[in-house]
């Protein structure tokens, strides 16, 4: 395995003087953990002024090199969620909708201050609502109900197109007929995958493949869609040092069905979840994307896990139960 270079005081001077001047001198370089997709520093300088940058380059990426085919093509709804221009496409869109995410101070991609594209954003110093749900639930009550209008904010941006903020916003939509259909094809390419890897589901692989079709056949494609983030879980929103809510990790965001969207809210946040919750979605789709969602996350895991990532246990733990899920889910 490839021994990866990150990024250091050094490296990162120049990205911090245009961001903050040429008198800005780093006294700090913290890399953030967790990320797969990019890398996240947390930058200190003179007077104690903290920001965040965002890295994207194939060093930060350990999706890099373990992607099925197709990843790559921005009109495929599931494309790699990575990269400098879906972060400003979906800071922008958000933003209009009245979503906090992280104010942008400076983005280059012309290589010239950092071998990668980078953004410096404003650094927000709170915990995680995930930290704070597990700490101290009573303090999560404000930002839940917070984050209940903002779904409900991104659910008026209707588009006609369905796909990556970046792509619809340019006027494109992703390839497919309609969200369940594109949903259905990523899930049946994972059944695939999933079953060419694990045993436990090589047996299974006729049978998953058939309830996935079962599920969808119904399902009838819609003329509009809403905004969703794609994997919104606690983990990915920050609470400043009031307790307000900020939006992170947004390259995802597309417009799709919020079903998509509330089936992963309520495997992320369990028993909380009917605070976010909203009447009126397909419980049919509910059904069908929480089988794709379960099998989503068996395909993914495994993929990261022979990335070389420092949590490859976590993932592979994670890639375990969201199979078990799969396998024991009845139509």
């Known amino acids: 395995m490839k021994q990866r270079r990150f990024a250091d005081a050094g490296s990162l001077r120049p990205v911090v003087h245009a961001a903050l001047g040429a008198h800005r001198e780093i006294t700090d370089v913290a890399r953030l953990p967790g990320g797969s997709k990019k890398g996240a520093y947390r930058v200190v300088a003179d007077d104690d002024v903290t920001v965040l940058v965002y890295v994207w380059n194939t060093e930060e990426d350990f999706w890099h090199g373990v992607l099925p085919d197709g990843a790559d093509d921005p009109l495929n709804p599931f494309s790699h969620a990575s990269g400098l221009d879906l972060f400003e496409a979906a800071a922008r869109r958000l933003t209009a909708a009245g979503v906090r995410c992280p104010r942008v101070l400076l983005a280059e991609r012309g290589r010239e201050l950092y071998p990668g594209d980078i953004a410096v954003v404003e650094y927000v110093p709170g915990r995680t609502l995930e930290a704070v749900l597990e700490s101290d639930p009573p303090a999560a009550s404000r930002p839940l109900g917070v984050l209940a209008d903002w779904l409900a904010a991104m659910e008026a941006c209707r588009a006609t197109g369905f796909g990556k903020v970046a792509v619809v916003d340019a006027g494109l939509t992703a390839r497919g007929e309609s969200c369940a259909r594109a949903v259905l094809e990523q899930a049946l390419r994972a059944v695939d995958e999933i079953c060419a890897r694990e045993a436990r589901a090589a047996a299974e692989g006729g049978r998953l493949s058939d309830l996935l079709h079962a599920l969808a056949e119904p399902l009838q494609p819609r003329g509009t869609s809403g905004l969703v983030h794609g994997e919104l879980g606690p983990d990915h929103i920050l609470l400043d040092r009031d307790g307000a809510p900020v939006l992170i990790d947004i390259e995802g965001l597309l417009y799709f069905d919020a079903e998509w969207e509330h089936v992963f809210l309520r495997l992320r946040f369990g028993d909380r979840y009917p605070r976010l919750a909203r009447p009126g979605l ?17 395909a993914g895991p495994l993929r990261i896990a022979d990335s070389g990532h420092p949590e490859r246990a976590w993932f592979l733990e994670l890639a375990d139960y969201h199979l078990t899920q799969a396998l024991a889910f009845k139509r």
């Open 282 to 298: 397909d419980q049919d789709r509910l059904r069908f994307y929480r089988l794709a969602q379960h099998l989503n996350l068996v």
